[in-house]
C-alpha cells in the first residue's frame, strides 16, 4: 500500500520570505499523481499544484512549486515571498495512476504553517 | 458554478441516532467518495462510487452506508452514529477520465457525536 510522510508537523516563515514543505511517499508503481492541497482555517481543501509522475519538469503555479524527486519519492513544495494568506495546513497527496482501483488520494498527515508578519 | 456541496456543515447529534450527510455535485463526475479527517491521521476514504449504482469500501467503511442512485447525489449514511465517528467529513468528485483529472472536495461537514 502506499504511504505519504510529512516529516515537519509545523512550519513558520517570515511574511516575504521562502520556505520549503517537506513530503516523501512510498510506492512500487511507476505512473502516479501527486499533490498539495491547502486548508486554511475555513477548512475548505484547495487546490494548490499538482505533478504527474511521467513528467520530469517540477510543477510551478505562482510563487509555489514543487521539487519533484521521483527516484527518491520525495516531493517538496516550495512557497516564494509568503503572505499571510499563505497560512494554513498542507497536506501532501498521492494517487495511483492505475485505473480500475479505488481512485483515492493517499494523504500524508499535514503540515501547518504559520506565516509571521 | 461547478461545485460540491454538503448539508448539513455542521452537526451535533446523539449516539444511535441514524443521519444523513448529503453531497450534491453539478459538474457531471462520474466518480464520488467520501473521506474522513481526523487530527494526526489526515484524510482517510470511507467509501467511494464510479457511477451510479456502483460503490465500494475504502479504508474506513466501518459504521458508514453510501448509496449511488443518480449521479449527482453521494449521500454518507450513519445507522448508528458512535462517538468515533466525530470527525470532519469530505466528499469529492471528479471525472474518471483524464485519468489525471482534478478531484473538487465539499465544504466538509463538521460531525460531532455525543
Known amino acids: 500500500a502506499q504511504t505519504v510522510t510529512q516529516s515537519q508537523p509545523e512550519m513558520s516563515v517570515q511574511e516575504a520570505e521562502t520556505v520549503t514543505l517537506s513530503c516523501t511517499y512510498d510506492?512500487?508503481?511507476?505512473?502516479?499523481?501527486l499533490f498539495w492541497y491547502k486548508q486554511p482555517p475555513s477548512r475548505q481543501m484547495i487546490l494548490v499544484i499538482r505533478q504527474e509522475a511521467y513528467k520530469q519538469q517540477n510543477a510551478t503555479e505562482n510563487r509555489f512549486s514543487v521539487n519533484f524527486q521521483k527516484a527518491a519519492k520525495s516531493f517538496s513544495l516550495k512557497i516564494s515571498d509568503s503572505q499571510l494568506g499563505d497560512a494554513a495546513m498542507y497536506f501532501c497527496a498521492y494517487r495511483s495512476g492505475t485505473q480500475g482501483g479505488s481512485e483515492k488520494l493517499v494523504f500524508g498527515k499535514g503540515t501547518k504553517l504559520t506565516v509571521n508578519p | 458554478e461547478a461545485q460540491v456541496t454538503q448539508n448539513p456543515r455542521y452537526l451535533i447529534t446523539v449516539t444511535g441516532k441514524k443521519l444523513t450527510v448529503t453531497c450534491s455535485q453539478n459538474?457531471?463526475?462520474?466518480?464520488m467518495s467520501w473521506y474522513r479527517q481526523d487530527p494526526g491521521l489526515g484524510l482517510r476514504q470511507i467509501y467511494y462510487s464510479m457511477n451510479v449504482e456502483v460503490t465500494d469500501k475504502g479504508d474506513v467503511p466501518e459504521g458508514y452506508k453510501v448509496s449511488r442512485k443518480e449521479k449527482r447525489n453521494f449521500p454518507l449514511i450513519l445507522e448508528s452514529p458512535s462517538p468515533n465517528q466525530t470527525s470532519l467529513y469530505f466528499c469529492?468528485?471528479?471525472?474518471?477520465?483524464?485519468?489525471?483529472?482534478?478531484?473538487?472536495f465539499g465544504p466538509g461537514t463538521r460531525l460531532t457525536v455525543t
Open positions: 459538474m457531471n463526475h462520474e466518480y
Open positions: 469529492a468528485s471528479r471525472f474518471l477520465s483524464p485519468i489525471g483529472s482534478e478531484q473538487y
Open positions: 510506492t512500487s508503481e511507476s505512473d502516479y499523481y
